[in-house]
């Protein structure tokens, strides 16, 4: 069973920072599905059973902050 986790997101100024961002985390093994990320308010919804740390790396790595 997948885990719904939020995510809060930051830097994020266009809709190419959200696609990079959601690229990003479809990448991470255990993701299951991104079900939104928004620019206004920042954040990313997705579901699976990743960890936590995985995730906010590869957001990092995209050139973006996140927490949870």
Do not use: F
């Not at 079900?35 to 990743?50: F, N, S, W, Y």
């Not at 790396?57 to 927490?67: D, L, V």
Request: glycine letters at 8%; charged letters at 20%; aromatic letters at 2%.
């Amino acid at each position: 069973m997948s885990d719904t986790i939020q995510l809060t997101v930051n830097g994020m100024t266009c809709m190419h920072c959200v696609a990079a961002v959601e690229k990003a985390l479809t990448a991470v093994e255990g993701v299951d599905e991104v079900i939104q990320v928004t620019l206004e308010p920042g954040g990313a919804t997705l579901r699976g059973h990743a960890s936590t740390d995985a995730l906010i790396a590869a957001i990092k790595e995209a050139g973006y902050e996140a927490s949870l």
